[in-house]
């Protein structure tokens, strides 16, 4: 097998050193009934040549020439063959997390630098060294608040992205914490005179996503002040990193959890990507996840070591922040080179791209009869649309015309049915917008 | 440097600060494609309530720089593609290139997770086939991939329990059983799943003490989470017995699968009792690390547990597999999108490489961590004679005679040119050295580190203060890791002195 190092002559060389007879002598240790007598029925072994072929056949049954107008918490962004060469040196790929830091410092400095654009980005101070995505990171953010502020209720936008709605119904079912629900408006804001009612002294988290599930950016200033008017935290979903290259950063936030996928990672069908944790300074030692820290050597030299290790499992075991101890790292570094690479002005363009992008296929599907603008908010490169009938069933002949169609918001909101959320990237040229247009023009003048 | 050291020479390493210094105004490293469509102004688009004018602190520098910036960063790290890499619970084999390919594929890394079924089979075979695999290794019934680590999977894996209990006895109990010698997740973990821990003491040759065990399981008791073989790398002999006491009092068995690489192809969880138990796909499965992440950790069940997995389910409808989100009995969901779907491309890409010949891959790591056990236990203190399967733990009772701890053994040998052992775990043993070489290393590198480790253990006799002070070839010597902590400089500021936060 051509992984595997060893010749037969040099196993029986090991065996006889080890004073074993055979193989088996080694497994002697487990319970005879427990030793599996067959081998297992797997498919394989396959050369690298199959391998590559067995997935060229999967990847020819999937969407390849198709165009999709699909966002919703992953985005289409260019990315690039530097980001992409880079994390494949096996000094980054096949590296360990970096406990032992006189061998591990080009991944410790990433880190540090990932650390401190996340800061940047987000408008916090502090940032973690990625969670697991933007979904376990909203819900980490939740327990952080409960932590920080000792209380049990935490109130949430329904325009929070459903999916993560319901992985924090999944982590906190458990855990004696309540959860409300806030409605949207006309807008597609977060309903601030519900919301103000709805904070008590026993509130410890407002959750809101931002710019949110419709695509329309928060007023986050305006509802830190609700919060912080009662003592709760404001804990600030972001699902399109790329926002803030032209949207204002969350900076009255307490807790910001994001999503990094936007900078340089494939959608990959839902995964890896990047979560993130942002806060102030004040909060640090209540943080889920790791951090890098500069510090010194015993010559005064500058470096970089994993810290406040206190916080988490591998010391603190069942009073640890988290559980999580495997997170993202090679998704953070890369979305450190991405970043990089876009530099200010780079991320800027790219961000004013997607607005325009996206004011212009809402242009051009506001001139099909019929379709209309669902909310009045300000929004970012995604936005809900109201078609004369049903979505799904719009969406099933687009398909026909290789268009992968708008999410049907009805199969998260019961409320929103015929109400599609349309999300338009750079990635996306404007011949296939006015493409879709045409064909959603032709799919709603046929009759019914 | 001794002329015992044979796998590493130094040479020269680049100087490079953090790529911040190296920002100007007007640089950039992407240039994107013009616009298409009408330019708009992101004051107008957007509200000047809302626009920001750009990020401040951003970087601007070109293409090169950002290439040679990472590049000399790289080159500080250790990897398995530089040697081996023994940390023991940590599984760090050979990532094999091919699945990085697969992984990128047009069709695989283009997909998006909200795309109909219909334009998704090539997805949904790859998942169902690495089900159907990993179903077959452990000898469960059914899984979830959807897990992003082995903590969420630990995590899952009890939700699991606490549903199946409340929904069959009427009450998820209280408390959840770990033995002293497990992960720190596993405890962290019960605490998030809303249980209680109970530490359970090992007997005296650190297995499952199954006498006390029937002592304390009572109705009160969800499960117990049991590594197998444990992080001492030996075989829980107890463990079918550990399950029948578990199970004739309600209780469920969980089994961390940190430690798979020892069993897979050899043993099936699922036939000594196992109820529940994850799996660690960056360890066993191949999967590249990557400085710390992307894993995955998916859920293997019984039966019984099936009706309770995390929607969506992979599940087949007219012949095909399909994602099934109605499932009334679900946990619900524990992270967003269906999980880390490259991870699984490699997984499945490195299990379809070894086929049924798997089996030999858990013999290579047994053999090499027997062949070092062997080849070492007379200079370093064995504190469990227990045979090893695919790791071996000693100790530094010996060395530390001449005040040489295994932190600074594990120092001395990255000079030896290898990245150190697990240092001070499990938590059972004192001066813990914990050394798993896997499968990937030849009969060359680990007689090299046997080398190593025996000219160590020479120095801490004879010459200590080389081993404590190690190590003496890297760019930096040890860190202060107090100031780090005490005074944490968390991210660059501009001017040379970054200040303190907190």
Redesign the interface.
Known sequence: ??????SPA??R???E????RS?DD??????EQ???KA????????S?H???E???????????G?T?F?G???Y?H?R?V?T?S?????????????Y????????L?????F???M???TGM???N??M?????ATTEAV?MAERLTGRYRVVVARSL?P??R??L???T???NLQIQEIGFTATGQIDAAQLETAIDSETAAVVVQSPNFFGV?E?VARLAELAHAKGALVVTAITEGVS??????PAEADIVAMEAQSFGL???????YAGVIATR??F??QMPG??????????G?????L????R???????K?T??????????A?AVA?H???????????????N???A??ALEELEKVPGVRRAFSG?F?NEFVVELPRSVKLV?AEL?REKI?GP?PLGSFFPELTKRALFCVT?TT??AE?ERMTVALRKILSKPV | MTDRIKKARRHVSQNEGPIFEQSAPGKRGIELPPLDVPPVEARAALGSAYVRDGVEGFPEVSEIEVIRHFTRLSTWNYAIDLGMYPLGSCTMKYNPRVNEFVARLDGIATEHPYQPQEVSLGCLKILRMLLDCLTEITGMDAGTLEPAAGAQGELTGLLLIRAYLADTQGNPRKKVLIPDSAHGTNPATAVIAGYEVENVRSDERAQIDIARLKEIVNCDVAAMMVTNPSTLGVFEQNIAQAAEVLHSHGALLYMDGANMNALAGVARPGDFGVDVMHLNLHKTFSTPHGGGGPGAGPVMVKKILEPYLPVPVLSDKNGRPALENHRPKSIGRVRAFGGNFGVLVRALAYTLAYGPGIRQATEDAVLNANYIRKELEDVYELPYKSPSMHEVVFSDARQKKNGVNTMDIAKRLIDYGFHPYTTAFPLIVSGALMIEPTESESKQECDLFIDAMRAIAEEAATNPELVKTAPHSTRVSRLDDVTAARKPILRWKPKASSSASS
């Not at chain 1, 040196?89 to 970096?98: I, N, V």
């Not at chain 1, 400095?109 to 630098?113: D, N, T, W, Y």
């Not at chain 1, 890098?292 to 015993?298: F, I």
């Not at chain 1, 970043?339 to 791209?353: P, R, Y």
């Open positions: 097998m051509r992984y595997l190092p060893k040099e196993r060389e090991m065996l050193s080890i004073g074993a193989i080694l497994f002697a240790s487990i319970p427990f030793r599996l081998p297992l029925e797997l498919p394989g072994p396959l690298e199959e391998i590559i067995y997935f060229r056949a999967r990847a020819a049954e999937n969407s390849c198709y999709s699909l919703a918490g992953v289409n260019l690039s530097v992409d880079l994390i494949q040196r096996g000094e980054f790929l096949t590296s360990y997390t970096p032992q830091p006189e061998i591990s410092q080009g991944t400095q990433a880190i540090f630098e650390q401190t654009l800061c940047e980005l101070e502090v940032a060294a990625s697991w995505d933007g979904s376990t327990l992205h999916e993560y319901q992985v119904d999944t982590y079912r458990n855990l950016v007023d803030l290259g032209a949207v204002r950063p494939a959608p990959s069908y839902g995964g890896p300074d004040k640090v030692r790791r951090l890098a820290g500069e510090t010194v050597d015993t010559e030299r500058r470096g970089y070591v810290t406040l290790a206190t988490e499992q591998h010391i603190r075991r069942e640890a988290s559980n999580i101890c495997t997170n993202q790292a090679l998704c570094l080179i970043l990089c690479l876009l530099g200010k002005e780079g991320l800027k363009e790219l961000a004013v791209q607005l325009a992008k004011r212009f300000p970012f969406n398909l992968i999410l750079e040229p404007r917008i």
